[in-house]
């Protein structure tokens, strides 16, 4: 048994260090990341891998990534959201936002859910300092028929003769909605084309 307790002892920083550090397992719960994340055709919850590493590490955060972050307004909560503007993007908000058209200051990100009508994102908190990100989500382990790596929403595919059903549909208006919503976007000052 005293075996045992050190054996335990002597890995617990490791696991700690590995978790803290590198990668660890949540369960992402909400609806602001449908169709992504927790899509009303699952019965469960989605597991994901949280990468930290990424963002320890110092690599840059792209457009399209889905992070886990604090909330900007409850500093206790985490939230997930996609980044869709970095440092430099001139975003055109949606309300409650005050201002039609935001410049993404230094070291900040625009993020905003999924879901536009269920989601709390930069559309009222404004931009987000990368000193919030905790982890970039980097793939789904449950439920077993969704598992794989997060990708952004893409045309749904359907082999010919074969009826659209209501995921196919749900699949249709994700990518028209990131389709509408990188329009919104653009790289430099506010006002300038790209």
Partial sequence: MLKRTFRVLYWL?????FTHYFY???T???????PTLNPDTSGWDDIVVFDRFT????KPLEKGDVVALRDPMHGGKMIVKRIIAVSGDSVKTLPPYPDSEVLVPEGHIWVEGDEPF?????NKFGPVPLALVDAKLSYIIWPLDRIGPLKPPAIPVTKMGTPRNSQWYSEMAAFERERKRQTRVAKGPVGDAV
């Fill in 24 to 26: 660890t397992i949540k």
């Fill in 55 to 58: 963002v320890v590490s110092g």
């Fill in 13 to 17: 920083p490791l696991g700690i260090a």
């Fill in 118 to 122: 269920r989601t709390l994102d930069s």
């Fill in 28 to 34: 992402v719960r909400g609806r602001s990341m449908q």
